[in-house]
T-cell receptor
Framework: EAQVTQNPRYLITVTGKKLTVTCSQN?????MSWYRQDPGLGLRQIYY???????DKGDVPEGYKVSRKEKRNFPLILESPSPNQTSLYFC?????????????FGPGTRLTVL | GENVEQHPSTLSVQEGDSAVIKCTYS??????FPWYKQELGKRPQLIID?????GEKKDQRIAVTLNKTAKHFSLHITETQPEDSAVYFC?????????????FGKGTKLSVIP
C-alpha cells in the first residue's frame, strides 16, 4: 500500500531532551516536507527536501533540523525541545516532477514538551 | 513569500444547504490551488484542486472557482451532509522556485447540522 508513515504517533517529553520523529514514504517521491499544525494557525511548513541531500527552510524552521540521506526517509530532529514546540506534526511527500502533483500526508505525530 | 488568507474560520450550515469557503493569495505567480479536508484526529486529504489556467472545476457536490485577476479562489459544497463536517484548508503553490512550497490558509471548521 502506498503510504507515508510517521513514528512515533504520540510523544511526551521534557524540555531539552533530544528527539527524532521519523518519516518514511514508499512511493519513490522526490519531494518531502514537514509541517506543524497549531489551533488557529493552520499548517505551517518547517523544512522541505527536493531530493536526497537537498533540503531548505520553510516558514518556521527555528529549533528544528532535518536530513535526507535516503530518498524514502526524512527525519525531523529537535535537538533541544521547548514547550513552544508542543504541536501536531505532519510529514508529507509528493512526486517532484510537476508542481501540480498531489501531496500526501502522514498520519501525524502529536508531541508534548513539558 | 506567498500569503494565503482563508474565511470564514468557522461555518455552520443546515444539512442540505450550501457552504462556501473563500481564500485569497498574494503571489500572482501561484499556479496551483488545492483544497484539503481534515476530519477530527486524521490527516489532511486532498478533495479537489485547480490549476491557474482553469476557472472552475467540479467533482460531484464539490466545486472550486478561481479568479486570477482578483487572486482569490473558493470552495463550494452543495447539498451538505453531516459527513462533510471537518476542517477545510485551502493552499497555494507558486511556480519556479516557489513550486516547492505549499502555503496553507488557517482553515475553516465546517459544521453541518442535521
Amino acid at each position: 500500500e502506498a503510504q507515508v508513515t510517521q513514528n512515533p504517533r504520540y510523544l511526551i517529553t521534557v524540555t531539552g531532551k533530544k528527539l527524532t520523529v521519523t518519516c518514511s514514504q514508499n512511493m519513490n517521491h522526490e519531494y518531502m516536507s514537514w509541517y506543524r499544525q497549531d489551533p488557529g494557525l493552520g499548517l505551517r511548513q518547517i523544512y522541505y527536501s527536493m531530493n536526497v541531500e537537498v533540503t531548505d527552510k520553510g516558514d518556521v524552521p527555528e529549533g528544528y533540523k532535518v536530513s535526507r540521506k535516503e530518498k524514502r526517509n526524512f527525519p525531523l530532529i529537535l535537538e533541544s525541545p521547548s514547550p513552544n514546540q508542543t504541536s501536531l506534526y505532519f510529514c508529507a511527500s509528493r512526486p517532484g516532477t510537476s508542481a501540480y502533483n498531489e501531496q500526501f500526508f502522514g498520519p501525524g505525530t502529536r508531541l508534548t514538551v513539558l | 513569500g506567498e500569503n494565503v488568507e482563508q474565511h470564514p474560520s468557522t461555518l455552520s450550515v443546515q444539512e442540505g444547504d450550501s457552504a462556501v469557503i473563500k481564500c485569497t493569495y498574494s503571489d500572482s505567480a501561484s499556479n496551483y490551488f488545492p483544497w484539503y479536508k481534515q476530519e477530527l484526529g486524521k490527516r489532511p486529504q486532498l478533495i479537489i484542486d485547480i490549476r491557474s489556467n482553469v476557472g472552475e472545476k467540479k467533482d460531484q457536490r464539490i466545486a472550486v472557482t478561481l479568479n486570477k485577476t482578483a487572486k482569490h479562489f473558493s470552495l463550494h459544497i452543495t447539498e451538505t451532509q453531516p459527513e462533510d463536517s471537518a476542517v477545510y484548508f485551502c493552499a497555494a503553490r507558486g511556480s519556479g522556485a516557489g513550486s516547492y512550497q505549499l502555503t496553507f490558509g488557517k482553515g475553516t471548521k465546517l459544521s453541518v447540522i442535521p
